[in-house]
């Protein structure tokens, strides 16, 4: 059974940076895609970023793209999302997501079959 488990988030001033993290089991990342995604109260899941499992594959939402970098260990079997320049609207639970079909790294929730619980980032104006 594949298990996310984000950390990371917290209470920042708009312009700080956070990094999440997502420690991964049940699954080796370096065979797999795996991605982040966002929800905000009263709105919908939202795409944020993808990796490829060979790392080179990096894909961004236009909202964060110049901002937020994805990155993973494969060795730790973790995923980061590391977020500069934070913004308030940014403010959301984050929530790592692992695909069905391990070289997905499109931006559709339902193509992702596993999530973490996800990890509340607020950043304050």
């Known amino acids: 059974q594949v298990q996310l488990a984000e950390s990371g988030g917290g209470l920042v001033q708009a312009g700080a940076s956070l990094r999440l993290s997502c420690a991964t089991s049940?699954?080796?990342?370096?065979?797999?895609?795996m991605g982040w995604f966002r929800q905000a109260p009263g709105k919908e899941r939202e795409f944020v970023a993808a990796i490829s499992a060979n790392g080179d594959g990096l894909y961004y939402s236009a909202s964060v793209k110049g901002r937020f970098t994805i990155s993973k260990d494969d060795a730790a079997n973790v995923v980061y999302l590391e977020m500069n320049s934070l913004k308030p609207e940014d403010s959301a639970v984050y929530l790592c997501?692992?695909?069905?079909?391990?070289?997905?790294?499109?931006?559709?929730?339902?193509?992702?079959?596993?999530w973490g619980p996800g990890t509340q980032v607020t950043v304050s104006s």
């Open positions: 997501a692992a695909p069905s079909s391990y070289y997905y790294t499109g931006p559709s929730a339902a193509r992702y079959m596993f």
């Open positions: 049940g699954r080796s990342i370096s065979t797999s895609a």
